[in-house]
């Protein structure tokens, strides 16, 4: 884990799970982008050519691209492309679909106002909010088995890692309203 309280992506996937779904471990993938002279690449470019010359499935281009960027400096843990960071938290909460997504919003309305968007409807419903200190707040709520609501939420375009700490605890202390 990061000083920002974020975990790199290597910590969420290992490097057997890499190594199953390509073919190839992070280091092998590492030292092909080192010789294609990747580190100057963006991130997109970095995902396309792994798909494009190497048949790599698209969800492996990302984690691999994250990776390979995180590795080589080009990007901090928790850090977007575009260079904003971001903060997620999850909780459980009894209930259905309907209760769940109420309660969420309640909950996340009480501390950010109105949402700014959102839907109500559908296998997984959503709100957002734009917070006065920035960024963009979006949770959604999802069935995880009969009587049990999944709620997600993530703090998205923080300004550095710094703020990816305190912007994980105040969505824990909302989500905890919840359970």
């Known amino acids: 884990m990061s000083d920002a309280g974020v975990a ?15 073919g190839r471990d992070p280091e092998s993938w590492f030292a092909i982008l080192d010789e294609a002279g990747a580190t100057g690449w963006p991130h997109a470019d970095i995902a396309r050519w792994l798909s494009t010359e190497h048949g790599v499935p698209p ?6 691209s994250v990776r390979y960027e995180q590795v080589r400096g080009m990007r901090l843990p928790g850090q977007q492309s575009d260079g904003t960071f971001t903060a997620s938290r999850t909780a459980t909460i009894d209930g259905t679909l309907d209760t769940g997504y109420a309660a969420m919003v309640a909950a ?20 957002r909010w734009k917070p006065a200190g920035g960024g963009s707040v979006m949770a959604s709520a999802e069935v995880v088995r009969e009587g049990r609501v999944k709620v997600a939420v993530v703090h998205e375009r923080l300004p550095d890692a710094a703020a990816t700490g305190p912007a994980k605890e105040a969505l824990g202390r909302i989500l905890d309203r919840l359970a």
Do not use: C, H, M, Y
């Open 8 to 22: 790199p992506i290597s910590d969420i996937t290992g490097d057997e799970a890499v190594l199953s779904a390509t």
């Open 59 to 64: 969800w492996w281009t990302q984690n691999l």
């Open 108 to 127: 996340f309305s009480a501390e950010l106002g109105e949402p700014a968007s959102g839907r109500a409807d559908g296998k997984r419903p959503f709100a």
